[in-house]
């Protein structure tokens, strides 16, 4: 049996094709002001939490998003949140 032939297709609108291979590579990520960066306090005993867990949470998706060790996501949040003239702390590596 011999295969099927894919089907050839022929770019009539280069303009929009080109846009959309640039839309393809855009990086858009927001950062809420309004979002807990901080822990709240449980009221438990021992140390309490810097970071909420939507902090952490946010920092390693970067870090497999991007395929970064640890200390450069780190760097990469801190940068980012430097763009975005947030005053935030990023937590450590070892968080």
Same mark, same amino acid.
């Given at each position: 049996?011999?295969? +099927? ?6 770019? %009539?609108?280069?303009? /929009?094709?080109?846009? $959309?291979?640039? %839309? ?7 950062? #809420? +002001? #309004?979002?807990?960066?901080? /822990? $709240? +306090?449980?009221? %438990? ?7 909420? #867990? $939507? /902090? ?12 970064? /060790? ?16 947030? #005053? ?8």
């Amino acid at each position: 049996m011999s295969r +099927p032939t894919s089907p050839t297709y022929k770019t %009539r609108n280069w303009p /929009a094709y080109n846009e $959309a291979l640039k %839309r393809r590579g855009s990086l858009t990520i927001w950062f #809420d +002001p #309004d979002m807990s960066w901080e /822990a $709240a +306090p449980t009221g %438990r005993r021992g140390r309490q939490q810097s970071y909420s #867990d $939507a /902090a952490i949470q946010t920092c390693l998706s970067m870090k497999v998003l991007f395929g970064m /060790a640890l200390r450069q996501t780190t760097g990469f949040v801190e940068s980012l949140l430097r763009l975005v003239g947030l #005053d935030w702390t990023v937590p450590n590596f070892s968080t």
